[in-house]
């Protein structure tokens, strides 16, 4: 019975941890799109410049 209540406790430490921590990883994730999204845009422009010439 105490091994469960421990286990519980563990249990809602990783969910508060993965809720306090979900916005940061959002903001990191959302930052690496946005950084691989413009780096193809910029590629995609260059290519399309080189196509006009």
């Known amino acids: 019975m105490i091994f ?3 286990s519980y406790k563990i249990f809602g430490l990783l969910i508060f941890y993965k ?3 979900l916005p940061y990883i959002l903001v990191l994730f959302s930052k690496v799109i946005l950084r ?3 780096f193809t845009f910029v590629i995609n422009f260059a290519f399309s410049s080189v196509k006009n010439i």
């Open 4 to 6: 469960s209540t421990i």
């Open 19 to 21: 809720f306090k921590l």
């Open 36 to 38: 691989y999204s413009s």
